[in-house]
C-alpha cells in the first residue's frame, strides 16, 4: 500500500534519523536506504520551502542536485561532506536551498548542517545563460596516469598500457563532455558573487525547470 509523504520538518527529521538504526541492524539493504534517505531529504526540502511561500504560491517545478555527482544522495556513505542544492520554482519566486550532507550525519536541514535559502522573485530575473568548462581535474589525473605508464613502461609491462588507454580516455572524457551548467542572471547581481545555477541539466527535471523559467521569462 502507498503510504503518503509527511510534510512536517520535524516529521520527517525523526523518519530520516531512524533510517540509520535500521541499516546498521540490517533491517535496510544500503540500496533501500540510500533511496529512503534521498526520498525523505527531498520531502524535508520541499516542506521548508513550502512553509515559506505565500498563499495563492504554489511550487511548479524543482531540481536536485549534489555538486561532486549529480545525484542526490548517490553513494553517500562512501563520499565526503558534499553540498546538495535544491531548486524550487514557484508561480512568483525561484527557491534555492543549499545544505550540507556529512556521511555518518542525518540530514536535518538546519544549522546543523548549514543550511540556507536563498529567494529571487520572477521579476528579478534576467536570463539564463549557459556556462561550460574543462574537468581539469580529470585532465590532471589522465595525464598522471599516461606519465606513470610511460616513464616506466619497461617495468609495466601488463599494466602499463591499461593505464596508458585509462588516462587517454580520461583527457577525452574531460575535453570532450565538460562540465555544462545554466546561470541564473538577476538584477543588479554583482559578478562572482554566488549566483544561482543550475547543475545536471541533461536531467529531466532539470529541462522541465529550465523550460519553466524561459517561459515566464518570454511572458515578463
Request: proline share 5%.
Amino acid at each position: 500500500m502507498h503510504t503518503r509523504m509527511k510534510t512536517n520538518p520535524a516529521d520527517l527529521r525523526r523518519e530520516i534519523a531512524q533510517l540509520y538504526p535500521k541499516r546498521d541492524r540490517g533491517d535496510l539493504t544500503e540500496r533501500v536506504f540510500q533511496a529512503k534517505l534521498a526520498e525523505r531529504t527531498v520531502a524535508l526540502y520541499r516542506a521548508l520551502i513550502t512553509g515559506r511561500i505565500a498563499e495563492g504560491e504554489s511550487i511548479e517545478c524543482e531540481h536536485h542536485f549534489v555538486w561532486t555527482h549529480f545525484r542526490l544522495m548517490q553513494s553517500i556513505l562512501r563520499e565526503p561532506a558534499q553540498q546538495a542544492t535544491s531548486l524550487f520554482l514557484t508561480n512568483r519566486r525561484l527557491f534555492r536551498l543549499r545544505s550540507t550532507i556529512m556521511p555518518t550525519q542525518p540530514p536535518t536541514a538546519d544549522g546543523r548542517d548549514d543550511t540556507s535559502v536563498d529567494v529571487v522573485p520572477l521579476d528579478r530575473i534576467l536570463a539564463l545563460k549557459k556556462r561550460f568548462q574543462v574537468r581539469s581535474g580529470e585532465v590532471l589525473l589522465g595525464g598522471i596516469f599516461c606519465g606513470i605508464a610511460l616513464a616506466f613502461h619497461g617495468w609495466l609491462y601488463i599494466t602499463g598500457p591499461f593505464l596508458l588507454g585509462l588516462g587517454a580516455l580520461g583527457v577525452l572524457h574531460a575535453l570532450l563532455l565538460p562540465t555544462r551548467w545554466i546561470e541564473v542572471k538577476t538584477v543588479d547581481a554583482v559578478p562572482d558573487t554566488d549566483p544561482i545555477v543550475i547543475y545536471g541539466i541533461r536531467k529531466k527535471d532539470a529541462k522541465n525547470l529550465v523550460r519553466c523559467l524561459r517561459e515566464k521569462l518570454s511572458r515578463s
